[in-house]
């Protein structure tokens, strides 16, 4: 239940590797540690998920645990072959959203309450939790909109909301969300990146991205990285940074970001190399009004600046940094 995109299961790296490849990939992970640019995060004082197993037996009570069987299970109810309607991919919630969206560094839901409503650059608009998750639906799931009136919708904000209920307005938890890798001194590189893949993640995800489904062929055990049934250009994971921050602390299975596997460079290669792949298209003209607020790996134009496409994508993203910068003082 628990197994989410780019799951892993090798847990010897790199047993036969070619000597000119040895710095690159026994890179000393202390040095990330000790890059001034890393997060610092100070292990006592980060969110904590509640317990659901405190829960009572009222019906909001129930409709919160039903919320929560929705964001792991979400291609049971919605997928190709889903129970209630077929709007989605087949992908869950939970293959992007760690452990119901309770696992630090693991793109949780810990603030979602105290932040929501929000102005989204990328929207030009006051979202809703409501709009949030159509957006997931529409992106990550490649599919279609939830109606904001059914059980289903109601019971997942029910439980996004009760995760960050003790959470205050105006407070950033430690661990919420992903992390911000350091940026690379030069482009992350696919190249590099499929053999990271190759090593780590095709024994799972299969040499073709397709991922792998369970038995009842209504959901992923190992979930498509590329592919038609993938995440859609739109997503949140086709920002590299954002790829990457998410790959560095929980990719291959078993790590936390307190025992990384990969090195930043080789979260910043291999994501390269996943986002490289083809994958559905979706229509992005009415994102980001405003141009000029486009995320530094915002991978289509126009944008503000003289950066091409390529750059905006793979870097090296310093100069981009240090021009906007200059831009906007």
Same mark, same amino acid.
Request: with cysteine; hydrophobic share 35%.
């Given at each position: ?26 890179? %000393? ?32 009570? %129930? ?85 904001? +009136? ?90 590299? +940074? ?9 990719? &291959? ?33 009415? %994102? ?8 530094? %790996?915002?991978?289509?134009? &126009? ?27």
């Amino acid at each position: 239940m628990r197994k989410n995109i780019f799951i892993s299961l090798a847990t010897a790296l790199f047993l036969v590797i070619p000597l000119t490849l040895k710095n690159y990939f026994f890179h %000393d992970k202390k040095s990330d540690q000790n890059n001034p640019d890393s997060s610092v995060i100070a292990l006592s004082k980060e969110w904590k998920a509640p317990d659901t197993s405190q829960l009572g037996h009222t019906q909001q009570d %129930d409709l919160i645990r039903y919320g929560r069987v929705l964001i792991l299970n979400t291609a049971d109810f919605f997928g190709p072959r889903g129970s209630i309607m077929p709007i989605s991919n087949g992908m869950n919630c939970g293959n992007c959203h760690i452990d119901a969206g309770t696992r630090l560094w693991g793109n949780n839901f810990s603030m979602v309450a105290s932040t929501y409503p929000l102005y989204r650059n990328r929207s030009g608009k006051i979202e809703t939790v409501e709009m949030r998750i159509d957006d997931c639906f529409e992106r990550s799931l490649n599919g279609k909109k939830l109606p904001d +009136s059914v059980r289903e919708m109601k019971a997942m904000i029910a439980y996004i909301n009760w995760l960050g209920k003790d959470v205050d307005k105006g407070v950033k938890t430690k661990g919420s969300g992903i992390e911000k890798l350091p940026f690379l001194n030069r482009a992350a590189d696919p190249v590099k990146g499929k053999i990271v893949y190759v090593t780590i993640c095709k024994k799972c995800h299969g040499s073709n991205g397709g991922g792998k489904l369970k038995d009842n062929g209504k959901e992923y055990f190992y979930p498509p990285l590329w592919g038609r049934n993938s995440y859609n250009v739109g997503a949140g994971m086709y920002q590299l +940074s954002k790829f990457a921050g998410y790959i560095k602390n929980n990719m &291959p299975f078993g790590t936390t970001f307190t025992n990384p596997q990969l090195t930043v460079e080789q979260a910043w290669d291999v994501a390269a190399f996943v986002n490289s792949k083809p994958r559905p298209s979706t229509n992005l003209s009415m %994102d980001w009004p405003d141009i000029s607020a486009k995320p530094l %790996d915002y991978p289509f134009g &126009p944008y503000a600046d003289s950066f091409s496409a390529r750059q905006h994508k793979y870097g090296p993203f310093l100069p981009v940094q240090q021009s906007h910068k200059k831009a906007h003082p």
